[in-house]
């Protein structure tokens, strides 16, 4: 295990300014809005801030003053954090993010449980500063696997704590399902958008009813990112890794659509945290590696039934589209399930005191 601290080289950032001034804008339809994708005024005035304002050394800075480390494990150096608490007998805490976001988006509410957890805070396998496997197969299962291996056998740990979101619900989910032994609980966020259209319950209620068409309307008109990365990833990561603009359009549309904006993305997240989390994706070179995990979660999704382990399911009225509790219980009943009414897709980012009030109460009678 070796220490970590980010440190672009000016070459990166002096070749990425070049991009960003050369931008070739496409045309958009008048007064579209955001109708049909990410709305051109608002991407060029991001842009313009990108290469004029935006100050990548300072977001260095402070994402450096966290201990930082990198461990290879199954042939991949694996990027992490890693906060201690403030005694021997505080339960380790291992956070993920998921797709389109970075382990950033934890950076407000580690704070907030520091005092309680030893929490780790990895970058998912191809995502960030964790390197990207070059052979077929890291699905969401091999990912559990290599974060096992990272919290027990590097960090010692004989028993943990796991909280995730979107891709990162998935891996700790077969944490669970695979290390029952070695996972106290799950504290999982986010919607359950895998729906099977073709064969629902006789004897689903109205909040499942309400839930069910919420999920094939979302299917219809927001999953295609979804679809194209599970299909053809390589084709859109030329475009990604060429143009900084095109990435950015290809994210921060999620992070509008995704989070409890209502429109208005700067309300939860301002230019600077949009622009940092790009910046993760554009200067390691990881938006294929990052897609490719849905392609290989496809075709190999990974152990299946109930977590034999406590879980609990933290669900905002703001997300894409809530699971109600009674759809949730279909597919094991969950420990806990609280219910709130502000924050979206990333709700760590954007309700850290939510999120952090909800992780110590589910934990503290387990650990």
């Not at 704590?161 to 990162?168: E, F, V």
């Not at 992070?255 to 945290?273: P, V, Y």
């Not at 152990?303 to 703001?318: D, Y």
Request: a negative charge.
């Amino acid at each position: 295990m070796k220490d970590f601290k980010i440190i672009v080289s000016q070459e990166i950032l002096d070749d990425l300014n070049e991009r960003l001034k050369r931008t070739r804008w496409p045309d958009e339809i008048k007064n579209s809005g955001w109708d049909y994708g990410t709305n051109l005024a608002y991407l060029k005035e991001l842009v313009n801030y990108w290469s004029d304002e935006f100050d990548w050394r300072k977001q260095e800075d402070r994402i450096n003053v966290y201990p930082q480390f990198k461990v290879e494990i199954d042939g991949l150096n694996i990027h992490f954090i890693h906060v201690k608490g403030k005694s021997e007998q505080d339960t380790p805490l291992l956070l993920l993010h998921g797709w389109p976001s970075s382990f950033v988006q934890m950076f407000e509410v580690i704070p907030l449980l520091r005092d309680s957890f030893d929490i780790v805070v990895p970058s998912l396998v191809g995502y960030g500063f964790s390197d990207a496997s070059r052979e077929p197969g890291m699905s969401v299962s091999h990912t559990a696997e290599i974060f096992h291996k990272l919290m027990t056998t590097v960090l010692g740990y004989k028993r943990y704590a796991a909280r995730g979101g979107d891709l990162g619900a998935g891996v700790i989910t077969q944490l669970a399902i695979a290390h029952p032994e070695s996972v106290i609980g799950i504290h999982v966020g986010g919607t359950m958008p895998w729906v099977d259209f073709e064969h629902l319950p006789e004897n689903m209620t109205d909040a499942e009813k309400k839930f069910v068409a919420n999920a094939k309307k979302w299917t219809n008109e927001e999953m295609a990112y979804a679809m194209l990365h599970a299909s053809k990833p390589q084709t859109l990561a030329y475009a990604l890794n060429d143009s900084p603009a095109g990435l950015a359009a290809w994210i921060i549309e999620k992070f509008r659509r995704w989070s409890d904006c209502n429109g208005n993305l700067e309300t939860r997240f301002t230019k600077d945290e949009l622009l940092t989390n790009v910046m993760i994706y554009w200067t390691t070179q990881t938006a294929n590696s990052s897609m490719r995990l849905y392609y290989e979660t496809i075709r190999n999704p990974g152990g299946w039934g109930q977590p034999r382990v406590p879980v609990a399911m933290l669900m905002s009225s703001r997300d894409m589209f809530p699971t109600p509790r009674e759809w949730a219980e279909r597919h094991g009943k969950p420990d806990r399930y609280t219910e709130i009414n502000r924050g979206g897709h990333f709700l760590e980012w954007e309700e850290a005191e939510l999120v952090a009030k909800d992780i110590r109460e589910f934990f503290k009678d387990l650990s």
